[in-house]
């Protein structure tokens, strides 16, 4: 049997995490390597090993907008919840 691929990798994708999976093979030996590695989805570790390019991370001006869109969801939902626990008497 002639190795005509030294080095290969299979990706495996789920919802939270990936697995990368490389198989190594010694040119005068049949018997394979495996080697696998696990990888968070989320961008912010993705892009810290370098997997995925930095524009994928909004910038400073659209994660303030998120952060205060956030915080106005939640004074909202404090103040209905309130109102209905007063309104329930």
Known sequence: M???????????????????????????????HYQKKRFSTFNSDLFRIG???SSFIPGLNIRILREFTHYRYKLVSMKSRDYLWLSSD
Do not use: E, N
């Open 2 to 32: 002639k190795v005509v691929f030294p080095i290969c990798c299979g990706v495996d994708v789920h919802k939270t995490f990936v697995v990368a999976t490389i198989i190594t093979t010694l040119a005068d030996s049949l018997q394979p």
């Open 51 to 53: 997997l995925v390019k």
